[in-house]
């Protein structure tokens, strides 16, 4: 597999940032070949173009899920793309994209799942009150937020916490074990038993 990431995201775009920090720091051998949006006024295709990475926005109105995989597929092509990585991307992937990328596309769920899949993770963490929440990187296969998981972290939920404090303590987390989850899948330092994701170290 070759090191060159296409981000697909819709909106803020803090961990795509994160992983390019990443890559800039000399941190994670990769490069981002391209970020690519759903939503034109993505502020994280925003922060790509500011960083000279190439940035396409395919607004996705009027075009059946089919329809608009190709066109991602065919940009993600011509760009050579080695890992897809979702990046709050908020859209579900049709089956024949999933199937053009084994094992090859990564997402991140602010959630320890299979708790919490779907929107809100975090606000559904907070209302049923759990102790700890957490964020997880997986293989995306063709349901929701359910392939085999590849890092996970772990965020304890404090009495006081609001959404937005204990959203922010877990975005924290996303941003540190997505990197480590991009290394792991790009170095095939794994294999997978099951729905077990078994890692070597390095
Ligand atoms: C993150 O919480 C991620 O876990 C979820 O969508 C959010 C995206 O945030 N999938 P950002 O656009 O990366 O800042």
């Given at each position: 597999m070759n090191n060159r990431l296409g981000i697909l995201l819709s909106g803020r775009g803090s961990n795509f940032q994160a992983i390019s920090d990443r890559i800039l720091a000399g941190r994670l051998n990769a490069s981002i070949a391209c970020v690519i949006s759903n939503r034109p006024e993505a502020p994280g295709l925003a922060i790509a173009r500011q960083r000279g990475l190439p940035a396409l926005s395919i607004p996705?109105?009027?075009?059946d899920r089919e329809s608009y995989d190709r066109l991602l597929l065919d940009q993600l092509r011509a760009h050579d793309i080695g890992l897809v990585c979702l990046a709050g991307y908020m859209r579900l992937l049709s089956a024949a994209f999933i199937r053009a990328y084994p094992l090859r596309i990564l997402n991140i769920h602010p959630s320890l799942l299979p708790s919490f899949p779907g929107l809100d993770a975090q606000h559904q963490a907070l209302v049923h009150g759990v102790r700890f929440t957490g964020c997880t990187v997986h293989f995306v296969d063709e349901?929701?937020?359910?392939?085999?998981?590849?890092e996970q972290a772990v965020v304890p939920v404090e009495d006081g916490d609001t959404l937005e404090t204990l959203s922010a303590r877990i975005l924290v987390e996303e941003h540190r074990i997505y990197s480590e989850a991009i290394a792991t899948v790009l170095e095939g330092r794994y294999r997978i038993e099951g729905r077990r994701v078994l890692k070597y170290p390095r």
């Open positions: 996705s109105r009027g075009l349901d929701l937020d359910s392939g085999p998981i590849i």
